[in-house]
């Protein structure tokens, strides 16, 4: 039960008629400072607007900063072509569109793609940096400064019936997560072209025009003082998503509190969604989230089957984790079992640690360990090390024949992968619906003036965590940051 519910309720909006003196007054006003908010805030500078970034941390990052820093470009970037692989725009808006998932925006996938070259660019243009190198092993993320890996469903079926595979996370040349170097970079950059930053400014509410509906201001503490801030083109909520916020979550995505680590920082309290719901704002897509159990590496546990508790297989483990982790618990009702034999399990490269269920000589007293129906694993183990013998295949859940190998060397192990006994974590994907350009519309579609938000704050690119890539959450959130930006500082969008 939620400790408080109001804490799931849209915040109101106050009116401007009550203001009697603002304490500032810029073109564009940027609630937080993550990824979303250093893209809209760069851009609206760009554009030659006056933009200042509340930001309720000590200093900017949010969840980006905590991340990998993984985006997803694709296209033919300078990365791809240096090594060697080829891509086209209508080969990634293939997989994008299926990537996003089938509540997407179709116009949203289609602007990312297309602009994806650009994209890349922009990044550069803030000192963020790319080596040029492809890292091969199947990773959540390049432990070294390497850059390019497959980060999705690219090489997974069905994807691969979709679009040609080719790898697209591309991740910063920093050695392991690189998360902070991508927003020291901004943060930098922003500050180095004029825009203001007040760190430690928590935004309470957004002021509302009565007669128009138009969002003209926010009001923010700082400094133990609630200040009146106007701004003339637009405020943008980039505030993230609400993962940190169970009150949210046990009303809008119950499941999501299963997972015992949430994925963020102590700013996606869902305070930007709630203010965008207050002033009228549709808030969509809200039960989706992505959810990990990272099983590998090691490459060798992609080779092992998973199981359910009647002993039956449910995906093709080379998928992302993410769809393998969402299969466990849809499919599998967040009950599974990892089984490998003795040529496969590799302790050491766990990515991370999973309990143990049971280790036996035989695939019979293996399933009698774990509480399995008589018979059950050992027909699933034997039909699939007679395909895998014969063809090289997995004709059942067509797992890719580069992992598919007999199951034959004893003895056998199976690791619990289940909710409840190991790690499980979680992001969310809804928030508030938003046209490409950011704005952020109404229950009826309509427009709401003065209000536009970008990244987890709102549902942006990727609205499925069964079909997500890596890098498509800094990504999305990045570029849609850009449109807002652009256009709260009335300059074209992106691309235009
Ligand atoms: C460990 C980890 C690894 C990840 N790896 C990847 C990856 O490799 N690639 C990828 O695409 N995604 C990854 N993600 C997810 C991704 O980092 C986030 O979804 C994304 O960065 C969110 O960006 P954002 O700008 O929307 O929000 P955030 O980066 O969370 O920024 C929001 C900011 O708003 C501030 N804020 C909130 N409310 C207020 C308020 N009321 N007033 C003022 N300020 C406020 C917050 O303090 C915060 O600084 C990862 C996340 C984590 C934690």
């Known amino acids: 039960m939620s400790e408080n519910p109001s804490n799931a309720l849209p915040s109101k909006p106050r009116s401007a008629a009550s203001i009697q003196s603002w304490s500032g007054e810029y073109d564009v006003i940027v609630v937080g ?81 297309e602009n994806s070259l650009g994209h890349f660019d922009f990044f550069l243009s803030c000192g963020i940096e790319f080596k040029d190198t492809y890292y091969e092993e199947k990773v959540i993320f390049p432990p070294t400064d390497d850059c390019l890996i497959y980060s999705g469903n690219e090489q997974a079926w069905p994807f691969v ?21 991508l927003m020291e970079s901004l943060i930098e950059t922003f500050e180095k072209e004029g825009g203001e930053i007040r760190n430690e400014a928590k935004v309470k509410t957004l002021v509302r025009d009565d007669a128009d509906g138009r969002v003209v201001g926010v009001i923010a503490t700082i400094d133990g ?19 940190m916020n169970k009150e949210m979550l046990a009303r809008f995505a119950p499941h999501l509190l299963r997972c015992k680590y949430p994925i963020g920082s102590d700013g996606c309290d869902g305070s930007g969604i709630r203010m965008g719901m207050g002033a009228g704002g549709n808030a969509i897509n809200m039960h989706e989230g992505l959810m990990t159990t990272p099983y590998f590496p090691p490459n060798t546990h992609i080779s092992g089957l998973l199981v359910d508790a009647r002993g039956s297989r449910f995906v093709n483990e080379d998928c992302y984790h993410g769809r393998v982790t969402d299969a466990i618990l849809t499919k599998a009702d967040g009950q599974a079992f990892l089984i490998v034999d ?43 090390n007679a395909a895998a013998a014969t063809t090289g295949e997995d004709p059942t859940f067509h797992k890719a024949s580069k992992w598919v190998t007999p199951l034959d060397n004893p003895p056998y192990a199976a690791l619990d992968l289940s909710v409840d006994n190991s790690i499980w974590a979680a992001f969310t994907l809804g928030g508030l619906d ?56 009335g300059a074209p969008p992106v691309g235009e």
């Open 33 to 113: 400072f993550g990824v979303a908010g250093g893209a809209a805030a760069i851009e609206a500078r760009r554009a030659g607007a006056s933009v200042l970034i509340l930001e309720q941390q000590t200093r900017g990052g949010g969840a980006t900063a905590n991340s990998e820093g993984t985006i997803y470009f694709g296209g033919g970037t300078r990365v791809q072509k240096a090594n060697g692989f080829e891509d086209s725009l209508q080969n990634m808006h293939d997989h994008v569109k299926a990537a996003a998932g089938p509540t997407a925006d179709p116009e949203k996938v289609r602007l990312y793609c």
């Open 161 to 181: 019936e979709e679009a040609k595979p080719v790898p697209r996370g591309h991740k910063p040349m920093k050695e392991g997560s690189a998360g902070t170097y």
């Open 225 to 243: 003082e609630n200040l009146a801030l106007r701004a003339k083109g637009g405020v943008i909520l980039t505030t993230g998503g609400f993962v």
């Open 342 to 384: 003795d040529a496969l399990y590799d302790e050491e490269k766990q990515f991370v640690p999973y309990p143990m269920a049971a280790v036996e000589e035989t695939l019979g007293e293996l399933e009698a360990s774990l509480g399995i129906p008589t018979g059950e694993l050992v027909h699933t183990v034997e039909a699939y």
């Open 434 to 489: 938003t046209k490409p350009t950011g704005e952020v519309l109404s229950v009826d579609g309509e427009v709401i003036p003065g209000l536009f938000a970008a990244g987890r704050a709102s549902a942006g690119l990727t609205r499925s965590g069964r079909h997500y890539a890596s890098g498509m959450s800094i990504g999305g959130g990045s570029f849609f940051g850009r449109m807002a930006g652009r256009t709260a500082a």
